[in-house]
């Protein structure tokens, strides 16, 4: 259980097979997160609002046996396409960094085993929620760097 815990965490971090979110962050600048690609129904900002709210809300589930679900899509993405400073992305870069941790390190303990449900009303299991996080983050990266791409920010 050890060896696959490690491979999910392998793919939390950034996967194998696309390029970590961690990686896209050096090819843009706070004037160009709210920019919003031809053709686009979104932004760089937009969509990692939404990979970082859901992450979060994924961990939630996790740890709160209290859990009550946000409203979507309303809650899911930011109210309008605006970052206000370098320091409001800051924080929202910082906040997912640290809720992913937050998640590797609560997979990593022993006690915590990926095949039992995690509360009593679902069947869901620790294991089914880090694949919708793998999943999902996987996702929007490749949007992300759609967005680069189309920006001509990044130069494959």
Not at 17 to 41: E, G, H, Q
Not at 59 to 72: A, G, K, M, P, R
Request: with cysteine; glycine share 2%.
């Amino acid at each position: 259980m050890e060896e696959i815990k490690n491979q999910l965490i392998k793919h939390i971090d950034g996967g194998e097979a696309f390029m970590p979110v961690d990686k896209m962050w050096d090819y843009i600048s706070l004037k160009n997160l709210c920019t919003r690609p031809k053709d686009l129904p979104y932004s760089f900002y937009e969509i990692f609002y939404h990979m970082r709210f859901a992450q979060k809300d994924i961990l939630d589930y996790i740890l709160d046996e209290d859990y009550t679900s946000n409203d979507w899509p309303q809650d899911y993405w930011p109210s309008e396409n605006n970052l206000k400073s370098q320091e409001e992305w800051d924080v929202l870069v910082l906040k997912f960094k640290e809720e992913r941790k937050q998640l590797i390190n609560y997979i990593l303990r022993k006690e915590h085993d990926l095949l039992k449900p995690l509360n009593s009303d679902t069947k869901h299991t620790l294991l089914r929620e880090i694949l919708l996080v793998i999943e999902h983050n996987a996702y929007h990266s490749g949007q992300l760097l759609i967005i680069l791409r189309s920006l001509g920010l990044y130069p494959a």
